[in-house]
């Protein structure tokens, strides 16, 4: 299990950008899925975006277009780029890890605090 430290959450007014970071405490190249899961007030947790230790990448159709995520393999970090954010993408943000998880990232073995992101109309 490691431990994920998530940044760069805030307030931001429809159509900005803001980027996401999850630093992980321990090497997880090769070995980890990692990505970015939401839960918006009185909605259940959602997967926002996922990428595997090789690069795969899934996308929620409602972010597809809009968000990129990425990693930095040798920084152990995972980031999530969000472009013409819009207020349904108002939640709290989770950084996820799964050890040998693919691109579902279903059921992670770990999570982060949670970042706020607060899109304004």
């Known amino acids: 299990q490691v431990q994920l430290v998530e940044s760069g959450g805030g307030l931001v007014q429809a159509g900005g950008s803001l980027r996401l970071s999850c630093a992980a405490s321990?090497?997880?190249?090769?070995?980890?899925?990692m990505g970015w899961y939401r839960q918006a007030p009185g909605k259940q947790r959602e997967l926002v975006a996922a990428?595997?230790?090789?690069?795969?990448?899934n996308y929620a159709d409602s972010v597809k277009g809009r968000f990129t995520i990425s990693r930095d393999n040798a920084k152990n970090t995972v980031y999530l780029q969000m472009n013409s954010l819009q207020s349904e993408d108002t939640a709290v943000y989770y950084c996820?890890?799964?050890?040998?998880?693919?691109?579902?990232?279903?059921?992670?073995?770990?999570w982060g605090q949670g970042t706020q992101v607060t899109v304004s109309s």
């Open positions: 321990a090497r997880t190249a090769g070995s980890y899925a």
């Open positions: 990428i595997t230790s090789g690069g795969s990448t």
């Open positions: 996820a890890a799964k050890k040998f998880g693919d691109t579902t990232l279903y059921s992670p073995n770990s």
